[in-house]
């Protein structure tokens, strides 16, 4: 988990995706399920919003493009590593990894990330597993593997950049479900664009190792070039895609409402990260998600 490198997504054309890279080592976890394909509801354009868990205390920066947070709180314990073995491609049979988070649910064991971090040329990576706190190798609260993986409709059929969004749901362990560990992050959908944003994730492509967790923040703004996702200042490299986006996001205590993840960057913009709006597609794959039975 520790030597986990960049990987560049084929077929990405000018851009690339900020997310898996390779790992030397074995990610140690259990296959997970065939993954459902999700479809929206178009009456779910609304906006919505799931409460956040936990709390704690912090003091940070609201504007920077990639350090190190040290300040703890929720975020510090939800947001964590995904490692993943992809199965298609140039890349078949190498370990990789990406960022997620763990978010209030109904079933108390959902895991957003990017589409991307779950299924890649056209197929769905296997010993998919979520660490959680993940710091230089600890693994504090434990590894949580996926039972059922879980992706927008337009990104399963054609892995469309605008609906680079994705669920897991992970297994219980010792009899604990993910989120009476660790706490959950809130999820908000169809809100306004433009707004203050804090970007999380495990970037491990130089200057960074993944080993710890990195933020950026500022106001981000539309993709004018060829998606409509949002971008923001963000200098996160490797091994970042499928970490958080918070709107309302306290430094104090490191909550906010999870509004989009690390999807990917222009080769010729390294300066912006982009990611994809969450409207009613990203909706319908939490509230599958959260529905989801626990075997």
Not at 128 to 151: E, K, N
Not at 187 to 206: H, I, L
Request: with cysteine.
């Amino acid at each position: 988990m520790e030597t986990a490198k960049p990987l560049d997504a084929p077929g990405a054309g000018d851009r690339h995706f900020a997310a898996a890279g390779s790992t030397g080592g074995s990610a140690r976890s259990a296959p997970a399920e065939v993954p459902a394909e999700v479809s929206a509801d178009a009456s779910a354009a609304r906006p919505a919003a799931v409460a956040p868990s936990l709390t704690a205390a912090a003091r940070v920066s609201s504007l920077t493009s990639g350090s190190s947070w040290t300040a703890g709180g929720t975020v510090a314990k939800t947001t964590g590593r995904v490692f993943f073995t992809v199965t298609a491609g140039s890349d078949a049979g190498r370990n990789a990894s990406c960022s997620g988070t763990a978010v209030t649910s109904a079933n108390k064991s959902v895991v957003i990330t990017a589409g991307h971090c779950v299924k890649l040329n056209g197929a769905f990576h296997a010993n998919w597993v979520f660490v959680p706190g993940y710091d230089q190798g600890d693994r504090p609260d434990g590894t949580w593997p996926a039972i059922t993986l879980l992706t927008t409709a337009q990104w399963n059929s054609g892995e469309n950049m605008n609906y680079d969004v994705a669920a897991a749901v992970v297994a219980p362990q010792g009899g604990r479900s993910l989120t009476d560990v660790v706490g959950g992050q809130g999820v908000a959908f169809n809100q306004p664009r433009g707004r203050q944003t804090y970007a999380f994730g495990y970037p491990a492509g130089g200057p960074y190792d993944g080993s710890k967790l990195v933020y950026c923040s500022g106001r981000t703004f539309d993709d004018y070039l060829s998606s409509q996702d949002q971008g923001l200042s963000c200098g996160m490299t490797g091994g970042a895609s499928g970490g958080p986006w918070f709107l309302n996001f306290s430094a104090r205590t490191g909550e906010g409402l999870l509004n989009s993840v690390n999807s990917f960057k222009y080769n010729f913009a390294s300066y912006w990260m982009f990611g994809p709006y969450f409207g009613p597609e990203a909706e319908a794959v939490y509230n599958t998600a959260q529905k989801a039975v626990l075997t």
